[in-house]
């Protein structure tokens, strides 16, 4: 991994230091006076992680300038937080974006707003996009759009193979080289099933200080698949996704893993059986490096959800058992597995309004995962807010490479970050989420915990419920 890498390296990032500097500054409430104007902004009663009582916190110049109690500064704006908590802002490792392609669903756009309403201030933009992400230019155009448009990190991952077909390593090296400075490769959606393949962009993706994120899925023993293989999917008589189908792949990718010297990052493990593997791997004298990622989804949901016959709850790898939902959650609280990443997959009504196994697989993610993580693993007194810290923002950022995210709340740090009101909550509306797709599987959930604001380098990208560009 490139740990001196930061986003700096490559596009401007602020408005170079100009005149901002001989504005006047006004000690007032939450008033919004563009970017320009907002260098200084004071986060009034925070508590850090959740612990202790609650201080303020300066933001100055894109960095987290003091933390004390009763700070009185001039600063551009106040934000009165009331004792929310604040942790460093969240960083998705596993995202849809639909942009090339299909913008009918999502867009850069629309998919940033949706991360910064969620607290998200870097996510990883899937290269399962129409032309697929496996050269410099596509990688390119999502990073400028993703700068362009200003409220979050939109980093592309490259295809490992050339259209995702398994056949062809693509240009790793030109993507990593170009200025969306590529380092996590990944065919998601599809399995890099060929071993001697998969061994290569391991070797290969070593030299670039990269990461293979895998789909772990042996095709062909999920020929036809709709649903968890179980008493659910044969009742309905859905052919059936065999948890060995992962699990399978999972081990033979720990093996060429520790055989390279390469990085492997688990997509979205959903089965009791993964994570025993990957327990037993990380047990290993020399693990090399591993690392896994579970959705939101697999830690809330089960297949129990067939019997409504609603394809929201189609997805990819399946919703699993009670047994598999109760073992990611112990995996996660144990680091077993690493972090948390929503694989936030948008589609149109026609491809989720049909029938069953016509369905496109996938649901929403970004906006409701603080909620589905608060409800799952911090109420259930699994993870504490610094475990909320460790999995939604400082192991995905390690895992990826990303210098400026994940960092402690702490004078001196970037300041991306997030604000979390812990008693508040929330009911899902899919048509209220940000995204142009509305697929999400909590529709009129009640999740607990909201996103009172986000900071992107030291400027509010939403708060209230709004984005701000
Ligand atoms: N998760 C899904 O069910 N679908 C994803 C692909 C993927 O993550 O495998 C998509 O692109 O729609
Ligand atoms: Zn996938
Ligand atoms: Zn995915």
Redesign the pocket.
């Given at each position: 991994m490139s740990s001196n890498r930061t986003s700096g390296d490559r596009d401007a990032r602020y408005p170079a230091e100009t005149s901002e500097q001989e504005m006047p500054r006004h000690a007032t409430t939450t008033v919004n006076r563009g970017e320009a104007a907002q260098r200084r902004v004071l986060l009034k009663d925070v508590r850090p992680y959740g612990e202790g009582e609650p201080v303020d916190l300066l933001v100055d110049g894109g960095v987290i300038a003091g933390i004390g109690s009763g700070l009185e500064v001039d600063a551009d704006e106040i934000v009165h937080a009331e004792g929310a908590v604040v942790l460093p802002g969240f960083v998705d490792l596993?995202t849809?974006l639909r942009e090339p392609g299909r913008e009918d669903t999502e867009t850069i756009e629309t998919g940033s707003t949706a991360a910064a309403l969620g607290g998200y201030t870097a996510v990883f933009a899937?290269a399962n996009t129409d032309p697929v992400a496996d050269n410099a230019v596509i990688v390119e155009h999502v990073w400028r759009r993703g700068q362009e448009v200003g409220l979050v990190d939109v980093h592309p991952v490259g295809a490992v193979t050339v259209g995702l077909d398994g056949e062809k390593l693509a240009e790793l090296g030109t993507m990593a080289r170009s200025g969306a400075n590529v380092r996590v490769f990944s065919d998601?959606?599809k399995c890099v099933h060929d071993p001697l393949i998969m061994r290569r962009a391991l070797e290969y993706t070593r030299t670039l200080g990269g990461v293979v994120a895998q789909?772990a899925e042996e095709p062909r023993l999920t020929v036809g698949a709709q649903a968890h293989e179980g008493a659910n999917a044969a009742r309905l008589g859905l052919a059936g996704w065999p948890a060995p189908a992962e699990e399978a792949i999972v081990a033979r990718d720990c093996l060429l893993a520790g055989h390279t010297g390469g990085s492997l990052h688990v997509?979205?493990v959903s089965t009791a059986g993964t994570a025993e593997i990957l327990r037993w791997w990380k047990s290993q004298d020399r693990p090399g490096r591993v690392s896994a990622e579970v959705t939101p989804h697999h830690l809330l949901l089960t297949d129990d959800r067939l019997s409504s016959y609603d394809p929201v709850n189609k997805v990819n790898p399946p919703l699993r058992t009670d047994d598999d939902v109760r073992a990611l959650r112990q995996a996660l609280a144990d680091g077993t597995v690493d972090c948390v990443a929503t694989?936030h997959?948008p589609h149109a009504e026609q491809d989720k309004c049909c029938e069953w196994s016509a369905a496109r697989p996938g649901m929403l993610g970004l906006q409701t995962a603080l909620g589905v993580v608060v409800a799952t693993m911090v109420e259930p007194g699994l993870l504490d807010w610094r475990g909320v810290a460790r999995v939604l923002s400082e192991r995905p950022a390690e895992i990826a490479g990303l210098a400026d995210q994940g960092r402690p709340v702490a004078v001196g740090e970037p300041a991306n970050l997030v604000l979390v009101d812990p008693r508040a909550r929330w009911t899902v509306r899919g048509a209220e989420l940000a995204s142009i797709a509305a697929n999400s599987p909590y529709e009129d959930m009640e999740l607990p915990g909201r996103v009172v604001a986000t900071l992107l380098r030291g400027r509010i990208t939403a708060a209230e419920g709004k984005v701000r560009r």
């Open positions: 596993h849809h899937m998601d959606g789909h997509c979205h694989d997959a």
